[in-house]
């Protein structure tokens, strides 16, 4: 392993979350980032902060890079936005000369234990945004110590930083090394990641 690698976690979004960890799972870099320039029309991206935004990315990448990059959700609600968020990114990535792996939305989430649900069985009902952000934020905190207490972070950092623990998980395994994270559905996932590659 090249002493410089780093597993990149990418949650892409108007507000971009950037995690990159070391080998040992220990956090060399923790952003999010945000395209300056004037807003587009409505809730949409303006192309100037989309240039800038991709431009913040590929500026962060570097040699040897591990990344994974979280698909776009399904239903989105702006998606002329995110088609351009996550087409831009991509390409940032691969004119960097770097490869990438995708994980589901849903998949972030069963990395920590996330259904997306709540309730007792056979009243459940499922989680709204808010909802489901909190526990996300809940479950890093329960499985990583991810975010520290008293460290504000984003959804989108804590969402990157998930991804980028993802990115670490696949690289051992596919490098057939001990895993960091081996709950059965942390391994699912990492596993769900390698066949997709």
Do not use: C
């Not at 410089?4 to 960890?21: C, E, H, I, N, Y």
């Not at 902060?49 to 990315?57: F, Y």
């Not at 309730?119 to 110590?145: C, M, Y």
């Not at 993802?166 to 960091?180: F, G, H, S, T, V």
Request: charged share 25%; aromatic share 6%.
């Amino acid at each position: 392993m090249e002493e410089a690698m780093r597993f990149v976690g990418v949650d892409p979004a108007t507000k971009t979350g950037f995690v990159a960890l070391d080998y040992d799972g220990s956090i060399l870099e923790e952003l999010e980032l945000i395209g300056a320039g004037e807003k587009g029309k409505g809730r949409e991206i303006s192309m100037p902060q989309l240039v800038d935004l991709e431009n913040q990315l590929y500026r962060l990448l570097k040699p040897g890079d591990e990344i994974v990059i979280e698909q776009a959700a399904a239903k989105t609600q702006k998606p002329l936005t995110t088609g351009a968020l996550h087409g831009g990114l991509r390409s940032m990535i691969i004119r960097r000369q770097l490869r990438y792996n995708e994980i589901n939305p849903i998949w972030t989430k069963q990395y920590v234990g996330v259904t997306g649900w709540t309730g007792e069985t056979g009243n459940k009902r499922r989680l709204t945004g808010p909802e489901k952000k909190a526990e996300v934020k809940r479950a890093s905190i329960q499985h990583f110590g991810y975010p520290v207490a008293g460290l504000k972070r984003s959804d989108n950092i804590i969402d990157a930083y998930i991804i980028a623990r993802a990115a670490l998980n696949l690289y051992r395994m596919r490098e057939l090394q001990p895993l960091l994270d081996t709950l059965p559905y942390q391994v699912d996932v990492t596993t769900k990641i390698l066949h997709n590659a």
